[in-house]
């Protein structure tokens, strides 16, 4: 079935710094990607997504690029603050209407 | 958008219990799924939730277990039965609203620990 990586699975970065987070998937008929925030104790929380027929695609902070030739896409967070601390899901819709999550990245933002 | 709310928020249960899960939605969605969320672990996809008929299950979990209700578009019940200690994590209602909105909200989460 579909499949989804996340990497790095941890990641460490001192504020102010930027932060890179990358999934590869294997279905070429996925078309649209989600970004997840999830804060201790909370619920997951949209971030940012975007469609196949967009290559990046920028709210402020946060970034997102796709590739789907190669079939990935990047989350880009610069300027970090501590509050960016969390666990980050990529995600992508399936023609079946199900999501796919990725395994998840622990953000570390040390001030 | 979507708010959503689950009951109950948490609870402990003696093994061989059921225990069912509410979730509430101020709107009427598209889709309903359940996800069980395990501590330090990503989202895993129990079933989707189809009104008026029966849930559809992914791989590894069997309708017995999980017997899941969705009587209309705002309202889910997740039953999990049969408890054992390794039931215990957080369970997670989820919806797509449809009509050409994308995003995937989730409710707030029931956390269970089995005895």
């Known amino acids: 079935g579909e499949n989804v990586e996340q990497h790095p699975s941890t990641l460490s970065v001192q504020e102010g710094d930027s932060a890179v987070i990358k999934c590869t998937y294997s279905?070429?008929?996925?078309?649209?990607f989600p970004w997840y925030k999830q804060e201790l104790g909370k619920r997951p929380q949209l971030i940012i997504d975007?469609?196949?027929?967009?290559g990046e695609k920028k709210d402020q902070r946060i970034a997102v690029t796709l590739n789907k030739t190669a079939k990935h896409f990047s989350l880009h967070i610069t300027e970090t603050q501590p509050e960016d601390s969390a666990v980050y899901f990529c995600?992508?819709?399936?023609?079946?209407?199900?999501?796919?999550f990725g395994a998840g990245t622990r953000l570390f933002v040390k001030a | 958008s979507a708010v959503i709310s689950q009951k109950p928020s948490r609870d402990i249960c003696q093994r061989g219990t059921s225990l069912t899960i509410q979730c509430q939605v101020d709107?009427?969605?598209?889709?309903m799924f359940w996800y069980r969320q395990q501590p330090g672990q990503s989202l895993t996809l129990i079933a989707t939730?189809?009104?008026?008929?029966?849930?559809?299950?992914e791989s590894g979990f069997v309708i017995d277990k999980f017997p899941i209700s969705r009587p209309n578009l705002t309202f889910s019940t997740l039953t999990v039965s049969n408890m054992s200690p390794e039931d215990s994590s957080i369970y997670l209602c989820?919806?797509?609203?449809?009509?050409?909105?994308?995003?995937?909200?989730f409710g707030p989460g029931t956390r269970l620990t089995v005895l």
């Open positions: 989820s919806v797509r609203p449809g009509g050409g909105e994308d995003t995937q909200y």
């Open positions: 279905d070429s008929a996925s078309n649209y």
């Open positions: 975007i469609r196949s027929n967009v």
């Open positions: 995600a992508l819709y399936t023609g079946g209407f199900k999501t796919i």
């Open positions: 709107s009427q969605v598209t889709m």
């Open positions: 939730a189809n009104q008026g008929s029966e849930a559809t299950y």
